[in-house]
């Protein structure tokens, strides 16, 4: 016997705290339309979608912090729903959804990892 503990499994992040993660990514995507320096001009995000995204990263937010994974489900399929519109509209130039479409693969993107957490967020069921 050589009197160490035995070695613990690491303790993966819970959805409230993948949640938080992804929600700020969210946000902090959103300042990609105050970026004017040609290099780190990944995506171009308008003002409509800035706001989209920092809206849609506060529900999230507010969904970690209340225990409300649906408020998280609701903000990804929203980004989902808003870029993929986008995204099938290319070309046109139809009032809210005109903009980037960079920025809406990028909304579709963060959207999934939101949809992604609320799938993880509940227990799985145990089978016999």
């Known amino acids: 016997m050589t009197g160490t503990a035995p070695a613990r499994a690491?303790?993966?992040l819970s959805w409230r705290?993948?949640?938080l993660i992804v929600a700020g990514f969210?946000?902090?995507s959103s300042l990609f339309a105050l970026v004017d320096y040609t290099p780190l001009h990944f995506v171009?995000?308008?003002l409509v979608q800035g706001l989209l995204l920092v809206g849609l990263a506060a529900l999230a937010a507010v969904g970690c912090a209340l225990r409300l994974p649906m408020l998280v489900l609701a903000a990804g399929s929203i980004l989902i729903v808003a870029g993929l519109v986008r995204l099938a509209t290319y070309g046109q130039t139809i009032g809210i959804i005109s903009g980037s479409v960079n920025a809406a693969a990028l909304m579709v993107g963060l959207g999934t990892a939101?949809?992604?957490?609320w799938v993880t967020a509940r227990p799985l069921p145990l089978t016999p």
């Open 10 to 12: 690491p303790q993966s």
């Open 17 to 19: 705290a993948r949640g």
């Open 26 to 28: 969210t946000a902090l």
């Open 44 to 46: 171009s995000v308008n």
């Open 114 to 117: 939101f949809v992604a957490i």
